[in-house]
């Protein structure tokens, strides 16, 4: 195999070589001026976003650079996908323009994989950056590298996810990844935020957050997808019902002051943003040193580049 479509296919040994790079990689930049490596000379990085993203496509294109590949970004409001052509032949057309990796970001889940299978006979790797609400692979390595970093390890750690699973990627991502690494996961959420079929997840469940602060190592507050609730108002709104309004949501299930004094001192906050301050977690609960978020995008940068030096320069493969 020579992509990473998802969390679900990717062992604990590929996994843990994964975060071992990026902390190596890290540690290699650490105080340098010119945070330049020769990896990846001569080798053609693509960005492919259907959908918007600050910090995935910014630490992609970052983590190409430091790795000195050539990187080049399409979006699809400025490619001939605007004027209909299909995923396919963008991806087969990049493939023929010298893509030795394509990383792609779309709003149906399983772009990446259907993504994979056309690009088959060519030489070109695939990185799933988020689809639909499937998975956000490198999204749950570089919490599981932050994680790593505060706690020492993730093996027979708890780790609360809480808020929009439904709709979350990054949730699915992480339930796999931090099973796979020992950690136990607990799905805090209301029973209408919840997947069918979640009892056959390898986690536990629960409705009530403050139930549950005590008893964790983390907590990873999980984005609103207000773009993937239907209805016409998302949160805030009345949608039938389905949704809490954004007051209902931030009191039961908002990380607040009060509710940070629940966790153990040593617990650590994360989110994967971008954030709704004050609906899913207080501004001064997102600013203290209790929280990683920015220690999140800062690791995101090395794992993305610890992911392209596997596929790209690696000898071992990437499930
Ligand atoms: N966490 C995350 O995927 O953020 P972006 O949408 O900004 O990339």
């Known amino acids: 195999m020579r992509h990473l479509l998802s969390c679900e296919n990717l062992g604990a040994d590929a996994a843990t070589a994964i975060l071992d790079t990026a902390g190596a990689l890290k540690q290699a930049l650490l105080g340098r001026e010119v945070?330049?490596?020769?990896?990846?000379?001569?080798?053609?990085?693509?960005?492919?976003?259907?959908?918007?993203?600050?910090?995935?496509?910014?630490?992609?294109?970052?983590?190409?650079?430091?790795?000195?590949?050539?990187?080049?970004?399409?979006?699809?409001?400025?490619?001939?996908?605007?004027?209909?052509?299909?995923?396919?032949?963008?991806?087969?057309?990049?493939?023929?323009?010298?893509?030795?990796?394509?990383?792609?970001?779309?709003?149906?889940?399983g772009a990446a994989h259907r993504l994979a299978e056309w690009l088959a006979g060519t030489h070109t790797s695939v990185v799933n950056a988020g689809d639909g609400t499937h998975e956000h692979p490198t999204q749950a390595l570089l919490d599981a590298a932050t994680l790593r970093e505060r706690l020492g390890g993730l093996n027979g750690r708890r780790v609360a996810i809480v808020g929009d699973v439904l709709h979350s990627r990054v949730?699915?991502?992480?339930?796999?990844?931090?099973?796979?690494?020992?950690?136990?996961?607990?799905?805090?959420?209301?029973?209408?935020?919840?997947?069918?079929?979640?009892?056959?997840?390898?986690?536990?469940?629960?409705?009530?957050?403050?139930?549950?602060?005590?008893?964790?190592?983390?907590?990873?507050?999980l984005r609103v997808q207000a773009e993937r609730i239907a209805g016409p108002a998302g949160p805030g709104g009345s949608n039938g019902g389905f949704f809490p309004s954004a007051r209902e949501y931030s009191i039961a299930y908002g990380l607040s002051e009060a509710r940070l004094r629940l966790l153990p001192e040593h617990a650590v906050v994360l989110h994967p943003g971008p954030m709704l301050r004050g609906m899913e977690i207080a501004s001064a609960v997102a600013d203290s040193p209790r929280a990683a978020i920015t220690d999140q995008v800062r690791n995101g940068v090395h794992v993305r580049m610890a992911v392209l030096y596997h596929l790209l320069a690696g000898e071992e493969e990437v499930a």
Not at 199 to 216: I, K, Q, T, Y
């Open 171 to 221: 949730a699915r991502s992480n339930v796999h990844l931090l099973t796979t690494l020992g950690a136990e996961v607990v799905l805090v959420a209301p029973p209408t935020l919840l997947p069918s079929g979640v009892e056959r997840w390898p986690v536990n469940v629960s409705h009530e957050l403050d139930a549950e602060l005590s008893a964790v190592d983390a907590v990873m507050m």
């Open 35 to 109: 945070r330049k490596l020769p990896t990846l000379r001569g080798r053609t990085v693509i960005t492919m976003f259907y959908e918007n993203s600050t910090r995935t496509r910014v630490s992609f294109e970052i983590a190409g650079k430091w790795m000195s590949a050539d990187v080049v970004n399409v979006s699809s409001g400025g490619s001939s996908v605007s004027k209909g052509e299909s995923l396919r032949d963008t991806a087969l057309t990049l493939a023929a323009a010298g893509a030795d990796c394509v990383i792609v970001r779309h709003p149906a889940s």
